[in-house]
Every structure is written in structure tokens, then in C-alpha cells.
């Protein structure tokens, strides 16, 4: 009689612990979400505050559930040492019901973002490689015009625009619900050598004598940016930010003439051009999180808000100098047909880096 009773309090205990408790049926490392066995039928409700225990019944620590559905939920662990230690199979016991608004975690948990909360952003460092599609920095090849006895406004043409390929390193930090970003970079420009006539010197209208233009640039930039709206999509994030960059820049340009009857050459130009540059950045980036890897993929929207130049002419012996329009000087007329200056533009951004 006593054991029948004993056997039907047991039996009823028993039943009460089960409904108030679950297994871990699913453990997402990427995401660092525990998935349970039991839901909203079995009181395990959105914000209820659920331990884990191992085999041995020893408690491992406890987190809050952030989705419940009738007979599964979720519950987001932010603590690494408490993620590490979970595992499929563990019993997961039901301890409190929602917590009062405003109410403090404990030892070896953090609650659970609220719901309509943003979380913290991650921090990462990474290398950047950067395609320009309009380069915010940029100069003409030149081509020499020869004057053939007649008063010109230039010597020089354009052949086209010089093309640029950057490469940087930026770090990124998580503050509250923002990003705050900060990077260099080295902008290379890939050199052109331009051969055009340059004199006819015995009438013949066979040009012997030829000029080689070549032009070699360089550029440093570091910046500042400040990502104020971070959707976040699960494995990837959208991000909107602005910034400002600054650029420095310098590009060295020559002029050789040369001859097809000898080895002799002489530089009738040189010349070096110097551009600082204040941009303000407009950032749209995406950025795709795969564990501790975060690869992004965006643009650099760039609007110059200041900028000054200056070209300085080391060597000039061009005879020819002396057909250009009177009211400009073979300086101003190169520094004009260079055209080494900071304009709008846009970049192509591809960077993997380390998620921390």
C-alpha cells in the first residue's frame, strides 16, 4: 500500500519535472544558438529563464529563451566559456518564468537581447582590396603636340586617364549599436610611355626625331569612418556609413626626346605634381559573417570638399615652347593638360578579414 503510494507521488513528481524541463536537440556554432525540446505548451515561454545541466546533474550556466513556438524554442548563449560547454543531449530546466523589465542577469549569463534591441556590432581587422570605377584620384597621359611653326594654346593632348589599383588595411571597432572604422591605404598607378612626332627637321615630312612621355604616380590615404545604420540579416549585415578621407598623392612626369638616326636623347620636360585632398566617403557595404571570417563587399562613394595642387618644372630646353600661346607658360600649360586632381568617384571594396 505504501509503495503504491509512494510509486503514484513519484510517478506525479516526475511528471512535473519533465514538464518543466527539456534536451538540447541542436547546437548552430555559427550563430551560438541553443535549440530545446519543448515550447509554449510546457511553459517555456519568450524571456523564461532556462539552465543547463551535463550528465552528472551539474549546472553549466543559464541563458534566456528568445523564441518559444508550442514544442521547440531558442535561446540565444553570448558567453563563449557557457557555448563551449553545451552539447546535444544536456537536460535543460525551466527556472523562472520572464524576468521583471529591467531585472540583472547572473553569474556566468547575459540575458538576452530584448526584443526590437540591437546587438553590439562585431569588431574586426582586415585587408582591403580596392577597383576603382571612377577614380577619385586621377591624371592624364600626355601625348606632345608638336606646334610645326604655328602658335598653339597646349603642347600637350590627353591620350587618357591614368589607371589605379589600391590596396589598404582597416579596423573596425563595435560601439553600442554602431561601427567605427579607421584604415590606410596605397593607391598605385600603372605608368603608360607614349612615343609622337617631334620635328621634321629637314622638311622632308618624315619625322626622325620623337618624344617618349611617361608619367609615374603614387599615392597614401587614411581615413575615418563612422557606420551609423547596421541591418543585421543573420549571416550577413547591411551597413550605411559616412567618413572622411585623406589623400595624398604625387606623380612624376618626363619627357625625352629621342631620334631614329642616333642613340642620343635628350629630357626637354620634367616635372612633379603634388595633390593633398580632403573626400568626404558615403559607404554602402555588405558584410558577410562565417565565423570568425567577415568578408565584405561594397562601394566608396567619394566627394571632394578640399583639395590643393601644385606642379613643379625641373627641366624645360624645348625649343618648341617658344610657339605656345603667349598668355601661358610651359608650366601652367602642363600643370593644366596633366590634370592631377581629386574628383568624385567611386570604388569597387572587396576585403576577408578576422572577426574579434
Known amino acids: 500500500m505504501f509503495k503504491a503510494i509512494r510509486w503514484i507521488i513519484f510517478s506525479f513528481g516526475l511528471a512535473g519535472a519533465q514538464a518543466q524541463a527539456a534536451k538540447i536537440t541542436n547546437v548552430d556554432a555559427e550563430k551560438k544558438v541553443i535549440t530545446i525540446d519543448e515550447g509554449t505548451e510546457t511553459k ?14 551539474v549546472k553549466m550556466g543559464c541563458s534566456f529563451i528568445r523564441t518559444a513556438k508550442p514544442k521547440v524554442s531558442f535561446i540565444k548563449i553570448k558567453g563563449d566559456k557557457l557555448f563551449a560547454k553545451l552539447a546535444v543531449g544536456m537536460m535543460a530546466k525551466l527556472e523562472a518564468g520572464p524576468p521583471a523589465a529591467g531585472a540583472p542577469g547572473i553569474s556566468g549569463e547575459a540575458p538576452v537581447v530584448a526584443e526590437g534591441a540591437k546587438e553590439k556590432p562585431h569588431s574586426y581587422i582586415t585587408p582591403l582590396l580596392i577597383l576603382p ?33 589600391g590596396v589598404g588595411l582597416e579596423l573596425g571597432l563595435g560601439i553600442s549599436t554602431f561601427q567605427l572604422s579607421a584604415g590606410v591605404r596605397s593607391r598605385f598607378f ?19 626625331q620623337y618624344v617618349d612621355t611617361s608619367t609615374k604616380g603614387s599615392s597614401f590615404g587614411a581615413w575615418l569612418d563612422f557606420y551609423w545604420l547596421i541591418m543585421d540579416f543573420g549571416v550577413v549585415d547591411f551597413r550605411l556609413g559616412n567618413g572622411l578621407e585623406f589623400d595624398s598623392s604625387s606623380v612624376s612626369f618626363d619627357a625625352t626626346q629621342k631620334s631614329d638616326l642616333d642613340s642620343n636623347e635628350t629630357v626637354i620636360y ?33 566627394i571632394p570638399v578640399s583639395q590643393s595642387s601644385k606642379l613643379s618644372l625641373g627641366t624645360m630646353t624645348d625649343t618648341f615652347a617658344t610657339n605656345l600661346d603667349p598668355s601661358k607658360t610651359p608650366e601652367q600649360d602642363l600643370k593644366d593638360s596633366l590634370k592631377h586632381v581629386a574628383k568624385p568617384g567611386l570604388d569597387l571594396l572587396l576585403s576577408s578579414g578576422i572577426v574579434f
Open 133 to 165: 570605377l571612377l577614380g577619385p584620384i586621377s591624371y592624364q597621359n600626355l601625348i606632345y603636340e608638336t606646334p610645326v611653326g604655328q602658335q598653339v594654346k597646349s603642347l600637350w593632348s590627353a591620350d587618357s586617364a591614368v589607371k589605379t589599383l
Open 270 to 302: 620634367s616635372a612633379k605634381s603634388t595633390l593633398q585632398a580632403i573626400s568626404l566617403r558615403v559607404l554602402p557595404t555588405l558584410d558577410f559573417i562565417f565565423g570568425p571570417i567577415d568578408f565584405t563587399l561594397g562601394a566608396i562613394i567619394y
Open 44 to 57: 517555456f515561454v519568450k524571456k523564461s529563464k532556462v539552465c543547463f545541466y551535463d550528465a552528472s546533474n
Open 190 to 208: 600603372i605608368p603608360k610611355k607614349i612615343s609622337s612626332d617631334y620635328n621634321d627637321a629637314n622638311n622632308d615630312k618624315t619625322f626622325e
